[in-house]
T-cell receptor, first 107, second 114 residues
Framework: AQRVTQPEKLLSVFKGAPVELKCNYS??????LFWYVQYSRQRLQLLLR??SRESIKGFTADLNKGETSFHLKKPFAQEEDSAMYYC?????????FGTGTSLTVIP | EPEVTQTPSHQVTQMGQEVILRCVPI?????FYWYRQILGQKVEFLVS????????KSEIFDDQFSVERPDGSNFTLKIRSTKLEDSAMYFC????????????FGDGTRLSIL
């Protein structure tokens, strides 16, 4: 069963525009959700996790249990935000990644 | 900042041969993981390891795969008889505590099976 869905494979926005990367999940328990980011030629790294309720690099993500979503948002995209973004969920000791969304911020 | 390191960065192996991918997790971390990413596809969980034993594994992690922590620093993934479909990027990760703690990833090893 597909645990994490990222419907957009590619997303392009202009610099300064708002950006939202969608993530939906399916899990009957209480999930722990994360966003990981992979910048060009760099390793996969944690961007944020829902339990921390923090904003990292201007990004926020709210867990919506009713809609089973954990969309990643930023009000004003920057060129350095161009990267691959993965939504991930933990269930027990297993991790499930989405297929990823490649974000391009156009100058 | 401490990092997870993986060697080699690229491994080319003949089909049917055994391959060992090596990882050095962050030194005070207790949980270790392997993932793979086939080109153009998503990152897939393979196995988690804690207290010198496998704590969780996916259906991908069949009898051809094994993991080991041979000493206090290395964490290895062995594929006994490689198949063409094992060609992928393999990522090692570690975390300080359990599944709900952030994982730190290595740069990955690109495995190419000929």
């Amino acid at each position: 069963a597909q645990r994490v869905t990222q419907p957009e494979k590619l997303l392009s926005v202009f610099k300064g525009a708002p950006v939202e990367l969608k993530c939906n999940y399916s899990y009957s328990g209480s999930p722990e959700l994360f966003w990981y980011v992979q910048y060009s030629r760099q390793r996969l790294q944690l961007l944020l996790r829902h339990i921390s309720r923090e904003s990292i690099k201007g990004f926020t993500a709210d867990l919506n249990k009713g809609e089973t979503s954990f969309h990643l948002k930023k009000p004003f995209a920057q060129e350095e935000d161009s990267a691959m973004y993965y939504c991930a969920l933990t269930a027990g000791n297993q991790f499930y990644f989405g297929t990823g969304t490649s974000l391009t911020v156009i100058p | 900042e401490p990092e997870v390191t993986q060697t080699p960065s690229h491994q080319v192996t003949q089909m049917g041969q055994e391959v060992i991918l090596r990882c050095v997790p962050i030194s005070n971390h207790l949980y270790f993981y392997w993932y793979r990413q086939i080109l153009g596809q998503k990152v897939e969980f393979l196995v988690s390891f804690y207290n010198n034993e496998i704590s969780e594994k996916s259906e991908i992690f069949d009898d051809q795969f094994s993991v080991e922590r041979p000493d206090g620093s290395n964490f290895t993934l062995k594929i006994r008889s490689t198949k063409l479909e094992d060609s992928a990027m393999y990522f090692c990760a570690s975390s300080a505590q359990g599944a709900y703690q952030p994982q730190h990833f290595g740069d990955g090893t690109r495995l190419s099976i000929l």
